[in-house]
C-alpha cells in the first residue's frame, strides 16, 4: 500500500464534501448499528445494572456529539470509541463509522494499531460486560468482532482508493484543461507574431515610399504645380495600396470566407513580371534600381515564391530608408537544380538620411525567419568598400 505521506498527497485533498444527505444516510446507518448491538441489552441493563444503562447511553450520546470531528482526529476518534465500546454498546455505530472513515486514509500504521484496540477492547468488553445470553458465546462473539472489524477496514480502503481514484481523475482532467488553454494561448502568441510580421513586410514598404516622396516634396521648393499633383497623386496611390494590404492581413482574424482576398503574390506564384512591378514601383517613388533576373520563375513554389517576393520588398524598403540616394543593384538567378539565389547590393551612405523613416530593426529578422521557415539560408555583409550586401538563397520548392 503507497504511503500518501510519503508522496505528498493528503486524504484530505481528495475527501469530498459532504451534503445534508450524506450526513443524514450516516446518522440513520450509526443509529441502526447502535439499535442493533445495544438492544439486546437495554432489558437486562435496566432490570440488573441501571448505573450500566445510564452509562452506556451517556458515553454513545457522547460518541455521536464526537464523530462529527473523525475527519480532523481520525485517530483520535477511533481510540475513543474503541475505549467507549468496552462498556457502550450505543456507540457502536459511531465506531464503526469512526473505524471506516480511519481506514479511508489507507495509512497501516493507523489502521492495525486500532483493528488491535478493537480486538483488546471488545473481547474483554465481552467478558466482564455482557449479559447472561452474551458470556454463553464469548468465543463466537470474538470471531464475530474480528469479522466486522476486517469489513468496516476493507469498506474504508475501498472508499479512500476510489476517492483518490475520482481526485486523480480530476486533477488530470484539470491539467489537461490547463495545458490545453496554454496551447491555446501559445498559438494566438505565434499567429500574432506572424500577422505582426506579415503587417511589417507588407506596410513597411508602402509607408517607406509614402515617407520618402512626401520627404521630397519637403525639401523641394522647385517643382512646378505639376509635378507636385503627380507626387502627391503617387503618394495617394500608395497609401491606398497599403490600406488594401493592411485588410488583407487583418482578414485572416476574421471567420467569414472573401474577407481579405489577396493580391498577387499571395493568391499565385511569383514570377519575373511581379518582381519587375515591385522595381519598377520603387524607381517611381524616386529610387534607383537596377535589376536583372536570369531565372524562369514561373515554376518556383508558391510559397517560396511569396517569400523571394517578400524579401526582395523588404530589401528595397531597408534601402530607401538607410541609403536614399544609393543606387540598389538587384540580381536574381537560379535553377531547379541549384535553388534560387538573390543579390540586393547597394552602398552605405556618407552622412545621415534626410529621411524621418523610423528603423524598427526587426526587418532582416523577421525576413530571417520567413526565409528559414522556407528551407532556406540569409546572410548579410557590410564589405570593405562600404557597401551592403544581403544575399538570400531559396530552394525551388519548398
Not at 241 to 267: F, I, M, N, S, Y
Request: glycine share 6%; charged share 20%; hydrophobic share 45%.
Amino acid at each position: 500500500m503507497r504511503d500518501d505521506y510519503r508522496d505528498g498527497v493528503r486524504p484530505e485533498q481528495y475527501q469530498p464534501r459532504l451534503t445534508w444527505v450524506s450526513h443524514a444516510w450516516r446518522l440513520v446507518a450509526m443509529l441502526l448499528i447502535s439499535a442493533m448491538v445495544w438492544l439486546p441489552r437495554i432489558s437486562y441493563q435496566w432490570e440488573h445494572a441501571r448505573w450500566w444503562f445510564f452509562a452506556d447511553l451517556g458515553l454513545g450520546l457522547l460518541s455521536y456529539v464526537l464523530i462529527w470531528w473523525r475527519r480532523t482526529h481520525p485517530v483520535a476518534l477511533a481510540t475513543i470509541t474503541n475505549l467507549m465500546s468496552v462498556i457502550s454498546a450505543s456507540s457502536a455505530g459511531p465506531g464503526a463509522l469512526a473505524m471506516v472513515s480511519l481506514s479511508t486514509r489507507r495509512h497501516w500504521r493507523e489502521i492495525i494499531p486500532q483493528v488491535v484496540l478493537g480486538l483488546v477492547c471488545g473481547v474483554p468488553g465481552l467478558m466482564y460486560f455482557s449479559t447472561p445470553d452474551e458470556e454463553q458465546s464469548i468465543l463466537i462473539n470474538a470471531f464475530v468482532i474480528a469479522a466486522v472489524l476486517a469489513a468496516l477496514v476493507a469498506w474504508g480502503l475501498f472508499i479512500g482508493s476510489r476517492r483518490e481514484l475520482l481526485a486523480n481523475w480530476r486533477e488530470r482532467a484539470l491539467s489537461s484543461e490547463a495545458e490545453q488553454q496554454a496551447k491555446v494561448n501559445e498559438a494566438r502568441s505565434v499567429e500574432r507574431a506572424r500577422i505582426a510580421r506579415e503587417m511589417h513586410d507588407v506596410l513597411a514598404h508602402r509607408i517607406s515610399v509614402v515617407s520618402m516622396t512626401a520627404g521630397a516634396l519637403a525639401y523641394r521648393t522647385d517643382l512646378s504645380g505639376d509635378e507636385v499633383r503627380a507626387t502627391a497623386k503617387t503618394i495617394q496611390e500608395t497609401s491606398h495600396l497599403a490600406l488594401t494590404e493592411l485588410r488583407e492581413v487583418l482578414g485572416v482574424l476574421r471567420e467569414g470566407p472573401g474577407d481579405a482576398a489577396p493580391e498577387d503574390p499571395q493568391r499565385q506564384s511569383a514570377d519575373a513580371a511581379d518582381l519587375s512591378g515591385l522595381v519598377a514601383e520603387s524607381t517611381a517613388a524616386g529610387a534607383r534600381v537596377r535589376f536583372r533576373c536570369d531565372a524562369d520563375l514561373s515554376a518556383v513554389a508558391p510559397g517560396v515564391a511569396r517569400t523571394l517576393y517578400r524579401c526582395l520588398q523588404e530589401a528595397l524598403t531597408n534601402a530607401r530608408k538607410h541609403a536614399p540616394n544609393a543606387v540598389v543593384t538587384v540580381a536574381v538567378k537560379g535553377s531547379a537544380e541549384r535553388g534560387i539565389d538573390l543579390l540586393v547590393e547597394n552602398p552605405l551612405p556618407l552622412g545621415e538620411s534626410t529621411t524621418a523613416t523610423p528603423a524598427s530593426g526587426f526587418g532582416l529578422v523577421g525576413l530571417a525567419e520567413r526565409v528559414a521557415l522556407s528551407g532556406g539560408r540569409q546572410s548579410v555583409t557590410l564589405t570593405d568598400d562600404r557597401r551592403f550586401l544581403l544575399h538570400v538563397w531559396l530552394p525551388w520548392s519548398s
